[in-house]
């Protein structure tokens, strides 16, 4: 069974930043992608980040391209969203989320991750 466990949230100022984390357990956590998603109260969840199963492939979204960086430590089975000049506008439940399998799929599709966390609450004031 696999699990996903975010911590990291908070309050923070406009401006400041936050590093969030999602453990993994249950299966070999080097093997596959992980993403981050975030969901606004009445948004749907949008894709933020992926990491490939090495540290060097990565995507973002535009919104949030420069500002946040996406890593992972195998050795922890544990993947990272440092989080920089955040803005109001960031404020979200943030999720990660894992495929079931390795197959091709979109980097930024909710549909491509089968896992997901419970997420947790950033909150950025102005």
């Known amino acids: 069974q696999v699990q996903l466990v975010e911590s990291g949230g908070g309050l923070v100022q406009a401006g400041g930043s936050l590093r969030l984390s999602c453990a993994a357990s249950g299966r070999t956590f080097s093997m596959y992608a992980m993403a981050w998603f975030r969901q606004s109260p009445g948004k749907e969840r949008e894709f933020v980040a992926r990491?490939?199963?090495?540290?060097?492939?990565?995507y973002y979204a535009n919104s949030v391209k420069g500002r946040f960086t996406i890593s992972r430590d195998s050795a922890k089975n544990t993947a990272y969203l440092q989080m920089n000049s955040l803005k109001p506008e960031d404020t979200a439940v943030y999720y990660c989320?894992?495929?079931?399998?390795?197959?091709?799929?979109?980097?930024?599709?909710?549909?491509?991750?089968?896992?997901w966390g419970q997420g947790t609450q950033v909150t950025v004031s102005s």
């Open positions: 989320g894992a495929p079931d399998s390795l197959r091709p799929a979109p980097v930024d599709a909710l549909s491509s991750y089968d896992y």
């Open positions: 990491i490939g199963r090495s540290n060097t492939t990565t």
